[in-house]
């Protein structure tokens, strides 16, 4: 296996190797990577030289990896204190109830995928609350975690953030260029989306911000917390054979453009447990960061599949001992 240099590329000049695995795949993968790589820097415990540090990805890992799988149940098999920046983009619990005509009678393409069901908001901040406390587990002492979500679902999300000891860091304000315009006339039409930025703790130190990059990107002036950019649409919105959005909430790659070239380093590792088509991981091969991708819906890995075998080639298969 060809191990990565700091720019997050193999040492062949080629892209680095991906994967898409199950869940039990990707729990044997663990185990045998764990036992390949020394343990990851904890709280309280010197991390080991710089010339002796690993580049490798989660749990040792020189792969790129797309898991299929509730991130519940994935995130417990990756090593502690081993990610250094998460982006959520979790389901929004939308709550609706009817179809959404427009005016001339055509049908809204909503979320109302099983995904974005819940009973009651008990429910929902359960399961938010599960999530957060499994990306803590994983964020290095020194990591970030960026979540993104409408009014429906950012205040939930906001406290139990603040409950679980995240400190925030900002709020930025995604302001859409071009939003879905509110068809019934009955409220403001919903422009904006609303991204948390915050550290593990209020004390902890050495989260990656690239000031002086964004200052450079903003014609040099401080970037601020209001980001003015166009939702997905033309050749980047991903769609099925009948031409319907293949994803509801496909994030625009603008978005995380920003989030990661503020946020992180190259060779850095970035989580993303809600993946959905694949943005974050596209985003993050184009910009030289590691990835590791959770996803439970099978339909959107295999977009994934397709969306990231076009720049990197298709996956491969990771070396497991006894194959």
Not at 35 to 55: F, K, L, M
Not at 177 to 193: C, K, Q, V, Y
Not at 198 to 205: L, M
Not at 282 to 306: F, G, K, N, S, T
Request: glycine share 8%; hydrophobic share 35%; proline share 9%.
């Amino acid at each position: 296996m060809t191990r990565q240099d700091e720019s997050g590329n193999g040492s062949t000049g080629q892209p680095p190797p991906w994967a898409v695995l199950t869940a039990e795949e990707f729990a044997t993968c663990q185990l045998e990577w764990a036992a390949d790589e020394p343990p990851p820097a904890r709280r309280g415990r010197p991390s080991p030289p710089a010339g002796e540090r690993s580049t490798a990805g989660p749990a040792g890992a020189p792969w790129n990896i797309v898991a299929l799988g509730d991130c519940r149940d994935v995130l417990p098999m990756v090593r502690s204190e081993s990610v250094d920046t998460i982006f959520a983009d979790p389901p929004y619990n939308l709550q609706l109830k009817k179809a959404l005509i427009r005016p001339n009678q055509t049908l809204v393409e909503s979320v109302d995928a099983e995904w974005d069901q819940f009973n009651t908001f008990q429910d929902y901040d359960r399961f938010t609350y599960q999530w957060l406390q499994a990306c803590q587990r994983v964020l290095k002492p020194t990591g970030a975690i960026w979540v993104m979500g409408t009014y429906h679902n950012i205040y939930r999300i906001g406290r139990l953030l603040q409950d679980l000891g995240f400190w925030i860091l900002n709020e930025v304000c995604w302001i859409k260029t071009n939003p879905m315009p509110n068809f019934r006339g009955s409220r403001f039409t919903n422009a904006h989306e609303t991204l948390i930025w915050a550290k593990k703790s209020e004390t902890a130190k050495g989260y990656t911000f690239n000031y002086q990059d964004m200052k450079a990107a903003n014609g040099g002036k401080q970037m601020r917390s209001d980001w003015v950019l166009p939702i997905c649409t033309g050749k980047e919105r991903l769609r099925d054979e009948h031409g319907r959005k293949a994803h509801p909430t496909q994030k625009p790659e603008g978005v995380l453009e920003r989030v990661i070239a503020a946020s992180t380093q190259p060779g850095q590792l970035i989580l993303d447990p809600f993946a959905g088509t694949g943005t974050t991981a596209a985003v993050a091969a184009r910009l030289h960061r590691q990835w590791l991708m959770i996803e439970r819906e099978p339909d959107y890995v295999e977009l994934m599949r397709a969306r990231l075998s076009a720049p990197l080639g298709p996956p491969r298969t990771p070396p497991v001992r006894g194959r």
